[in-house]
């Protein structure tokens, strides 16, 4: 079974930097598929602009032109934190026999040891980590050891086992932030070009950067 890349996120809104990122480990790494998981309420920031339905809306459009990308939409129903583990644990259950990789970015991952339960993640899934300029892979630390102890080079391992890997991948780099589209947007101008047109519409017409 190809590894499913389970990639969390606020996306809020989704964008370029996200979905050109999602395709190109879709692609580098031949994985079954892009399962995109927008959380419901996030643990480690403050509240989302857009609610979690029409996070959930966006990125649903966005990711339908792309039939490796799915979205999955477990922590919008889930009450309370949306804590990855409990996502990575429930995932695990449903797909016993599959290879899981949570994707990251570099600047999230350098955050992992502030994530709850973070020990747990690799017993879950391995974590696929998208190299961003301006970030050097961790080599001392709580996170370096990590790094020392699970990470490989080769995909093989990606596809042969479960969980348990880190695995850095280098993709193109698009600077493009959400709180970069949220400003723009409140500054009444236009994100066009940053995000498919599809979420330009949503944000226009709902208000919900305004
Ligand atoms: P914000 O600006 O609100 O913090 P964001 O643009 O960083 O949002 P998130 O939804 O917080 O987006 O990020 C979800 C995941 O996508 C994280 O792992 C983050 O590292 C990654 N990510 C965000 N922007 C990019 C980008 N431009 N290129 C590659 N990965 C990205």
Known sequence: MSPIGIFGGTFD????????????????????????????DPPHRGDTFAD???????VTSAIAVEPGFTVD???????????????????????????????IGMDAFLGLTGWH????????????????????VPDSGPLGEL?????????????????GRIYVQAVTQLEVSSTEIRSLVRAGRDPRFLTPDVIRDVIITSGCYQ
């Open 52 to 58: 979690a339905g029409l996070r959930l809306q966006m």
């Open 13 to 40: 809104p989704i964008h370029y930097g996200h979905l050109r990122t999602a395709l190109e480990l879709l692609q580098a790494l031949r994985l079954g598929e892009v399962r995109f998981i927008p959380s419901g």
């Open 117 to 136: 339960r973070w020990e747990e993640l690799l017993d879950f899934a391995h974590i696929i980590v998208a190299h961003r300029p301006g970030w050097r």
């Open 73 to 103: 939409d477990c922590e919008v129903r889930r009450s309370g934190p949306s804590f990855t583990v409990d996502t990575l644990a429930a995932k695990r259950a449903e797909f016993s026999s599959t290879p899981l990789g949570l994707i």
């Open 147 to 163: 790094v020392a102890r699970h990470s490989t080079e080769n995909l093989d391992h990606i596809h042969a086992e479960l969980n």
